[in-house]
C-alpha cells in the first residue's frame, strides 16, 4: 500500500462536499479536512429536467472552490461522484463535460446500484452488524438495502428524497395534516413494492445521510443523552416515532429554535423523517440505527479494500484497534503481556467474586480494555486515567456500539473506585449499579496486570493456583529469575487493594523466581 492524499468529492442533491484523507504505506488511514456546501441542486431543475444556469453556477462554482483546496493540500488524486440530481438531468452529459473542462475533475455518474452499494459497504466496514436494513434519503433519491451476514441481498433506488418529497406533498413549509397524510400514505405504498421488506421482519434500520443525522442528533437532545458521538447510536422505534410526530407538530419557527436539527434542514426534515419512520413501521423494526459512515465513506473502503484485495474487513473493531495503535503509538508487546497476564488474574479471582460473571463476555472486554489502557498517557502520562477516559467516551470506535464503548473506557481507564464513580457519574443514566461493580472488578484486575509488566519488561513470566486459607488467598507470581521484580512488586503491592476491596478478601502476593514454578 503506498503513502497517498485521497480526497473524494461527492455531488448530492442537498449538498457537495469534499473530504481529505491521508493514507500511510502500513495500511493507517485519517480522515484531515470535511467541507460541504449546500446547493439543492435538485431545486434547480426546469420543467424539462435540465440543470438551470443558476443550478449549474453553483456546482462549477463549488467545484472549482474545492480544486483549489485539493491543490493548496497537496491531494495526490481526487475521486468525484454524483448521485440522484445529476442522474435526473437531462443535460447530464454537457455537464459532465462542461465540469471536466473548467474544473480538471472527471466526474463518475454513480448508478443507482452504485449508490446503494457504497451506502452497504460504509455500514459492513464500520458497524459490527451482521444482518440489517440500510436507508439512506438524500435530497433526490433514497437507497434501500438488505444486507445478511454482511453480504448484501438485495437493493432499491427510489426516485425521491428529503427535497422532492417536500416540493412534490408540501405547499408550505407548514404542511397542514392531510398533506401528511398524504405523503406517509405514499411512503407505505411505495415500501410494500418491495417483497424482500416483508420478509425483513424485526431487522435494524440502519440510518445514513444527513435526515438521520438530525434525527439522532434532536432524539440525544431531547433525552439529555450524556455520551458524546452519532455512529452507532440506537433508540427503539416507539422512541422515533415519537420525534417524527413531535416534528410534524412544530411549527417552521419551532423547528428552527430546536436543538440538534440544522438550520439548512427545517424545511426537509418532515418528509425525510417521516420516509424513516413509514420504513421502521413497514418491518416492524424494534431499533433504529444511526450511521455517520456513508456514500463517501464506502467509496473510501472500496479504495482500502482493492488495495488488500478483500471484499470487507475481517474483523471491524481489530481494524478500529489497528488504527488507534497507529494513532496513538501503542507499544503492542506490552499490551499483549498485560492481556495476559489480566486473563490469568481473572480466570483465577472470578471464583471469588459476589455475583453473576458472563465469563466470555468478561475476557473479551478485558482483552479490548488492555489495548486501549491508560491511552491517555499519549496526552499526559501524569493523567493518563482521566485523558483515556475521556477520549473513549468522545470518540467512535467502529464496531463497538455506545454501551460496549462505555465499558471500555470505564475499565481501561480505571484508577480507583472513587475516580471510576467521579468520572462515570454523568452517565449513571446509562449504567446499572450491578454494571458497575463489574467494571471495578475487571479494572482493578487490569490495573493489577499493568503493574506486574510496569517496567515493560515482561518480568512476570507465570502466575500461579490461587491458595485459599482461612483469612486470606495467596496468588503466587513467578518471575524471570535474571530479572528484577523490584518495581513490579512494589507497583502490585501498593494497587491489589483495589481486588480486594471488591472481593472483600486480603490478597497475598508472594513474587518467586521462576525456576521454583511447580
Given amino acids: 500500500m503506498k503513502r497517498q492524499r485521497l480526497a473524494i468529492i461527492d455531488i448530492g442533491s442537498n449538498s457537495i462536499r469534499l473530504v481529505i484523507n491521508t493514507i500511510n504505506e502500513h495500511g493507517h488511514y485519517q480522515e484531515l479536512y470535511n467541507f460541504k456546501t449546500v446547493a439543492r441542486l435538485s431545486n434547480h431543475l426546469d420543467a424539462q429536467g435540465n440543470l438551470t444556469k443558476e443550478g449549474t453556477s453553483i456546482l462549477l462554482t463549488t467545484l472549482q472552490k474545492f480544486r483549489t483546496l485539493t491543490e493548496d493540500h497537496h491531494c495526490d488524486r481526487a475521486i468525484v461522484v454524483a448521485t440522484a440530481a445529476m442522474r435526473k438531468a437531462n443535460n447530464r452529459k454537457e455537464l459532465l463535460k462542461l465540469a471536466e473542462q473548467e474544473t480538471g475533475f472527471s466526474i463518475k455518474l454513480l448508478s443507482e446500484y452504485e449508490e446503494a452499494y457504497f451506502g452497504y459497504l460504509a455500514i459492513v466496514n464500520s458497524t459490527s452488524i451482521q444482518d440489517g436494513i440500510t436507508i439512506d434519503i438524500g435530497g433526490g433519491s433514497t437507497e434501500i438495502t438488505r444486507f445478511s451476514n454482511r453480504k448484501l441481498l438485495h437493493y432499491h433506488s427510489f426516485p425521491f428524497g428529503?427535497?422532492?418529497?417536500?416540493?412534490?406533498?408540501?405547499?408550505?413549509?407548514?404542511?397542514?395534516?392531510?398533506?401528511?397524510?398524504?405523503?406517509?400514505?405514499?411512503?407505505?405504498?411505495?415500501?410494500?413494492?418491495?417483497?424482500?421488506?416483508?420478509?425483513?421482519?424485526?431487522?435494524?434500520?440502519?440510518?445514513?445521510?444527513?435526515?438521520?443525522?438530525?434525527?439522532?442528533?434532536?432524539?440525544?437532545?431531547?433525552?439529555?443523552?450524556?455520551?458524546?458521538?452519532?455512529?452507532?447510536?440506537?433508540?427503539?422505534?416507539?422512541?422515533?416515532?415519537?420525534?417524527?410526530?413531535?416534528?410534524?407538530?412544530?411549527?417552521?419557527?419551532?423547528?428552527?429554535?430546536?436543538?440538534?436539527?440544522?438550520?439548512?434542514?427545517?424545511d426537509v426534515i418532515i418528509p425525510?423523517?417521516?420516509?424513516?419512520?413509514?420504513?421502521?413501521?413497514?418491518?416492524?423494526?424494534?431499533?433504529?440505527?444511526?450511521?455517520?459512515?456513508?456514500?463517501?465513506?464506502?467509496?473510501?473502503?472500496?479504495?482500502?479494500?482493492?488495495?488488500?484485495?478483500?471484499?470487507?474487513?475481517?474483523?471491524?473493531?481489530?481494524?478500529?484497534?489497528?488504527?488507534?495503535?497507529?494513532?496513538?503509538?501503542?507499544?503492542?508487546?506490552?499490551?499483549?503481556?498485560?492481556?495476559?497476564?489480566?486473563?490469568?488474574?481473572?480466570?483465577?479471582?472470578?471464583?471469588?467474586?459476589?455475583?453473576?460473571?458472563?465469563?466470555?463476555?468478561?475476557?473479551?472486554?478485558?482483552?479490548r480494555a488492555a489495548r486501549v489502557l491508560y491511552l491517555g498517557e499519549h496526552i499526559n502520562p501524569e493523567a493518563s486515567s482521566q485523558h483515556t477516559f475521556y477520549l473513549l467516551t468522545n470518540m467512535s470506535i467502529d464496531g463497538?456500539?455506545?454501551?460496549?464503548?462505555?465499558?471500555?473506557?470505564?475499565?481501561?481507564?480505571?484508577?480507583?473506585?472513587?475516580?471510576?464513580?467521579?468520572?462515570?457519574?454523568?452517565?449513571?443514566?446509562?449504567?446499572?449499579?450491578?454494571?458497575?461493580?463489574?467494571?471495578?472488578?475487571?479494572?482493578?484486575?487490569?490495573?493489577?496486570?499493568?503493574?506486574?509488566?510496569?517496567?515493560?519488561?515482561?518480568?512476570?513470566?507465570?502466575?500461579?493456583?490461587?491458595?485459599?486459607?482461612?483469612?486470606?488467598?495467596?496468588?503466587?507470581?513467578?518471575?524471570?529469575?535474571?530479572?528484577?521484580?523490584?518495581f513490579e512488586q512494589d507497583y502490585a503491592l501498593k494497587h491489589v487493594k483495589h481486588v480486594e476491596k471488591v472481593i472483600k478478601k486480603t490478597i497475598e502476593l508472594p513474587f518467586l523466581p521462576l525456576s521454583n514454578f511447580t
Fill in 162 to 266: 428529503a427535497i422532492t418529497l417536500y416540493r412534490d406533498f408540501f405547499h408550505s413549509t407548514d404542511p397542514s395534516e392531510e398533506e401528511l397524510a398524504s405523503l406517509q400514505k405514499f411512503l407505505e405504498s411505495a415500501f410494500a413494492t418491495l417483497p424482500w421488506l416483508q420478509d425483513a421482519k424485526d431487522l435494524p434500520v440502519i440510518g445514513i445521510g444527513g435526515t438521520a443525522r438530525n434525527l439522532s442528533l434532536i432524539h440525544q437532545r431531547q433525552t439529555d443523552y450524556p455520551l458524546a458521538g452519532l455512529h452507532q447510536y440506537s433508540f427503539p422505534a416507539e422512541e422515533l416515532h415519537s420525534v417524527t410526530q413531535m416534528l410534524q407538530r412544530l411549527t417552521s419557527s419551532e423547528r428552527e429554535g430546536l436543538d440538534g436539527l440544522s438550520k439548512d434542514r427545517v
Fill in 272 to 367: 425525510g423523517t417521516q420516509a424513516i419512520s413509514s420504513l421502521v413501521k413497514t418491518i416492524g423494526s424494534s431499533q433504529f440505527i444511526m450511521s455517520r459512515k456513508g456514500l463517501r465513506d464506502g467509496l473510501f473502503y472500496s479504495e482500502i479494500l482493492e488495495q488488500l484485495n478483500l471484499e470487507c474487513f475481517p474483523n471491524v473493531v481489530e481494524e478500529s484497534f489497528y488504527q488507534l495503535y497507529h494513532q496513538y503509538e501503542i507499544n503492542l508487546e506490552h499490551v499483549k503481556q498485560v492481556a495476559k497476564l489480566a486473563t490469568k488474574l481473572y480466570e483465577q479471582l472470578a471464583p471469588f467474586y459476589n455475583g453473576k460473571l458472563e465469563h466470555q463476555q468478561n475476557l473479551t472486554l478485558i482483552h
Fill in 400 to 486: 463497538l456500539n455506545h454501551e460496549e464503548r462505555l465499558a471500555l473506557a470505564c475499565v481501561s481507564s480505571f484508577k480507583s473506585k472513587a475516580q471510576l464513580l467521579h468520572m462515570a457519574s454523568p452517565f449513571m443514566p446509562l449504567i446499572s449499579k450491578k454494571q458497575l461493580k463489574r467494571f471495578e472488578f475487571l479494572g482493578a484486575i487490569l490495573k493489577l496486570a499493568y503493574c506486574l509488566n510496569r517496567t515493560r519488561r515482561h518480568v512476570i513470566g507465570k502466575i500461579g493456583t490461587i491458595e485459599a486459607k482461612r483469612d486470606a488467598i495467596v496468588l503466587p507470581l513467578y518471575y524471570h529469575y535474571d530479572l528484577d521484580p523490584s
